[in-house]
């Protein structure tokens, strides 16, 4: 040990790459090591099971990135150096949400931060457990620190984070292991995961501590809640005595498959879910009823506007899968199964049962075993609303193409192509991300998963660009797997690094690029609200096409026009070993066949008057 002296940068550096190669082999630190604030952090978080850090590094991290670079080369983590904040905060979502690994996003100090800030909104609504590892100003407050908020003032951008998610600033280097606990508390949570944000002032990252005892380093525990100790012979007679059920699934259910079929055979009741938990039973099931909400189907919306009771399970309500709370004009009462005690109170006329949704569900189902429900004149109608809903579909299908004005020639529609893009990804077994926009809204009308976790929609958020950047998870997996991003024009043009990065860091999939030259969702909104679209459409047609073929290693094809062109462009591009890209013109106008059409309410711009006197009518 040293005298308490720091050494000098060479003697750091050795040390460090003495720890590093230590580490790889196996070996253990002795309890007190000398090191820097960033070293213990990196120490700590490897502690945790953090191996991959997304990073864009600046002025503001430049110690850790300093600690990382040695980590990387003894082989303990993995750096991938990005050219978007945004992207890194994607991407670390996505490595979390499809393979549960964790990530830290590393940033400078200001605008950098702030970009990262703004895409967590991601893992926070979607409750995905990620580390934001923050630059910040210097904890001397020797005056203004280029790109701190400019205010004479300390602790203005831990105030700033704090009001999305928990926050913590390393001011004091020996309050490491209190920040890596409150972290692993957030991250790891049982139920709600979330962002959590590290600052790290630029003189405390360096900061030397003598004889620092490794023992303090806190480890991630597993925590898991139980079932729920509610009234369950209440729950059984309220489900017993109704007429017409509806099962509504959020994210927080979308694994409990095995006991959400048993609750419909037992209870007689229509599930139908959220766009974020497809695939929670087999959309064949005959008691799912697909998607329901603002966007929503035929089928869902009918059980969600006619049920009697309501069992909500794992869902967040948020306003586009409850209508703006009006969803459930003849609901009377309200069973909601969720482990957060805000979430499972949110309706009026509600009995809670607040703890795990499997352990729960099975308390439940148990409580329902000796009498079945039968609900043969509900369930035939939603079967016919489905049937109905089937034909719709397949009418668009067999329509693929149309006429388009922007275009000047027939090209596929948006349901055509993601039919047969959704399809194609189904039979090869890859996973699918959809972006937001019109893409997403017609996306998860048109999936119909068998399984969990093949689709991904960050309905979230509704983060434009989520679903290219995701595609960088696809090389950081430990187990790498095949991803086909279905995004708009408009969401693809505000973050477009994916082209550079995924070849970069190894990324397995596929860009499907449908481009109708504008914002589409938006632009139909106002067409929908006022007769006329403003502001969200393009002049001039892009070449998105030379653009991916400009960039080395990105196989990049012209999807064409047609269904076969289409799915000749999947092939060739499932073949590609890396990253490819696909440009296809769809058609946007008023012909029905070129969508999927809304089916429920929403609290937005003039229809805010209706929906909000609806909702205090129905006073659920």
């Not at 864009?56 to 600690?67: N, P």
């Not at 893992?123 to 457990?129: D, T």
């Not at 194609?424 to 119909?448: K, L, M, P, Y």
């Amino acid at each position: 040990m040293s005298d308490n002296v720091k050494p000098s940068q060479i003697e750091i550096t050795r040390q460090r790459e003495e720890r590093a190669a230590l580490l790889s082999r196996g070996g253990k630190l002795p309890q007190l090591v000398d090191l820097s604030l960033s070293e213990a952090l990196v120490l700590g978080l490897l502690h945790q099971g953090v191996k991959t850090y997304l990073t864009v590094l600046g002025h503001g991290s430049t110690e850790i990135g300093e600690v990382l670079r040695i980590y990387q080369h003894a082989g303990l983590l993995r750096v991938c150096g990005l050219r978007s904040e945004i992207e890194a905060s994607h991407a670390a979502a996505a490595l979390r949400w499809v393979a549960n690994e964790k990530a830290a996003v590393l940033t400078s100090i200001g605008p950098g931060a702030m970009h990262a800030l703004a895409a967590s909104l991601v893992p926070a609504s979607n409750g995905l457990g990620v580390w934001y590892l923050f630059g910040d100003e210097t904890s001397e407050d020797e005056g203004y620190n280029m790109q701190q908020i400019p205010r004479h003032e300390q602790g203005a951008f831990l105030r700033l984070v704090s009001n999305m998610g928990y926050a913590f600033s390393l001011h004091t280097p020996l309050a490491l292991p209190s920040a890596l606990q409150h972290g692993a508390a957030v991250v790891d949570h049982p139920y709600r995961p979330g962002p959590f944000y590290l600052l790290l002032p630029m003189n405390t990252q360096a900061a030397w501590m003598p004889n620092f005892n490794t023992g303090e380093l806190p480890e991630t525990i597993s925590i898991q809640s139980g079932a729920a100790g509610g009234d369950y012979l209440t729950a059984a007679d309220w489900i017993h005595s109704a007429k017409r059920i509806v099962v509504k699934v959020g994210g927080g259910g979308r694994t409990a498959g095995k006991h959400l079929k048993q609750l419909l055979k037992l209870s007689g009741g229509t599930l139908v879910y959220t766009p974020i938990a497809s695939g929670c039973i087999p959309y064949t099931h005959p008691q799912n009823m697909g998607v329901g909400g603002s966007k929503g189907s035929l089928p869902g919306n009918f059980a969600m506007n006619n049920a009697d009771l309501l069992i909500a399970i794992g869902t967040r309500a948020v306003c586009q899968s409850d209508s703006s709370r009006t969803g459930y004009p003849q609901v009377k009462r309200v069973i909601n199964i969720n482990a957060d005690v805000d979430d499972a109170t949110h309706y009026r006329h509600t009995l809670a049962l607040i703890g795990d949704i499997h352990r729960t569900l099975k308390s439940l189902n148990q409580a329902l075993a000796p009498v079945q429900s039968e609900k043969s004149a509900w369930l035939a109608a939603c079967s016919k609303q489905k049937a109905a809903w089937q034909k719709f579909k397949k009418e668009r299908y067999d329509h693929p193409v149309l006429m388009d004005a922007y275009w000047g020639k027939e090209v596929l529609t948006q349901p055509a192509a993601i039919h047969i893009a959704t399809e194609w990804a189904r039979e090869r077994g890859s996973v699918c991300f959809f972006d937001s926009g019109d893409v997403q809204a017609n996306g998860f009308q048109i999936v119909e998963d068998d399984l969990p976790n093949r689709t991904y929609t960050e309905t979230g958020a509704s983060y434009m660009g989520f679903a290219v950047s995701a595609l960088l998870a696809t090389g950081l997996a430990s187990q790498p797997f095949y991803g086909l991003a279905l995004t708009g024009d408009g969401s693809f043009s505000m973050n477009p690094q994916i082209l550079i990065d995924g070849v970069e860091h190894g990324a397995k999939g596929c860009i499907l690029l449908l481009d109708n030259g504008r914002m589409g969702a938006i632009s139909s909104l106002q067409e929908d609200q006022y007769g006329q679209d403003f502001a969200t459409w393009n002049t001039h047609k892009v070449d998105y096409l030379s653009w991916a073929r400009s960039l080395p290693g990105i196989l990049a094809i012209d999807g064409g026009d047609t269904p076969t062109s289409l799915r000749n462009a999947l092939e060739q591009a499932g073949n590609h070993a890396g990253l490819s890209f696909i440009n296809l013109p769809v058609y946007y106008g008023s012909d029905p066949l070129g969508g999927m059409g809304v089916y429920g309410r929403w609290n937005v711009g003039n229809w805010c008057d209706d929906v909000q006197a609806l909702r205090h009518k129905i006073g659920l």
